[in-house]
């Protein structure tokens, strides 16, 4: 199996979709977390984080397994 460009575009779409929505949450989180005081968004932020972080790895791991062929 070759290495598709078009399943490379979709999943590129996804990644950037989900790490835009995430850096959103992360940027109102860490607002109301570290200047109104609210300290369960702290848990929101780094979820967040967690969240974009996680995409990226699945985008790579998906190039990747494109590359082997499984």
Known sequence: MSFDI???KGRLKV???I???AV?????????SFMYGVGWLTIVF???LVVGF?????FIAGLRRADKGV
């Open 54 to 58: 996680g995409a990226q790895i699945w």
């Open 6 to 8: 078009e399943r490379a």
């Open 46 to 48: 780094v979820a967040a």
């Open 24 to 32: 959103i949450i992360a940027c109102g989180a860490a607002v109301g």
């Open 19 to 21: 790490d835009l929505v």
């Open 15 to 17: 990644m950037a979709i």
